[in-house]
Every structure is written in structure tokens, then in C-alpha cells.
């Protein structure tokens, strides 16, 4: 298993922030379909305040730069990208990674 780190900033407002909380208890089943059928084993977020905390587990193979382009092309998943841009502060048509910053683990 391949585990991967992001973070990510969200608008700073307050109302904002808890209907991104509340989207993503409700995520739409062809996102959590599309994961899997990519790679993606297991996704969670972490939130404090703005800043959000992501740990996503991968199979082995998995190739992030690969399997997220395949993931874009997948159904629903460019305006589930599109819907969750308008908490984070970003274009609706900006991609996970100009979104979402890989962390570099070091412990």
C-alpha cells in the first residue's frame, strides 16, 4: 500500500467552511466509486479551522500523477471538482494538484 499526504487551504468563512464539511458527508457515490476504480483504498480528510489534512491509501501500483488524470475523466468527477471548488478558493476547473499540495513526510 501506497499512502499519500495533502493539505489544502479553504475560503476563510465560517458558513463556508461547514457546507464543505456537510458536502463531504454526503459525498456522491460515483466520486467514492470512481477512487476505487483507480486505486484509491481508503481517502480521508482532516479539517482545523481552514486547513484541511488529507491521507489517501493506494495500492501498490499506483501511479499519482497516471491514476489521478484517469480519475478526472471518470463520471460526475469534473463537477464534483467544479462543486467543492467554491470552498476552496480556486477556479471550477482547477485540477486536484494545483488545488491540493503533496506533503513530504518526515517522521
Not at 501506497?2 to 458527508?25: A, G, M, P
Request: some cysteine; glycine content about 2%.
Amino acid at each position: 500500500m501506497k499512502r499519500y499526504c495533502q493539505t489544502l487551504t479553504l475560503v476563510d468563512d465560517k458558513e463556508l467552511i461547514e457546507k464543505y464539511v456537510e458536502v463531504h458527508s454526503h459525498v456522491w457515490p460515483e466520486i467514492i466509486e470512481g477512487q476505487r476504480e483507480v486505486g484509491i483504498l481508503d481517502m480521508q480528510i482532516f479539517i482545523k479551522d481552514n486547513l484541511l489534512f488529507m491521507i489517501c491509501d493506494t495500492v501498490d501500483d499506483f501511479d499519482w500523477e497516471r491514476d489521478m488524470a484517469r480519475l478526472a475523466t471518470l463520471p460526475r468527477q469534473a463537477e464534483w471538482e467544479a462543486y467543492v471548488a467554491q470552498f476552496q478558493g480556486c477556479r471550477a476547473d482547477a485540477r486536484s494538484d494545483e488545488k491540493w499540495q503533496m506533503m513530504e513526510r518526515i517522521f
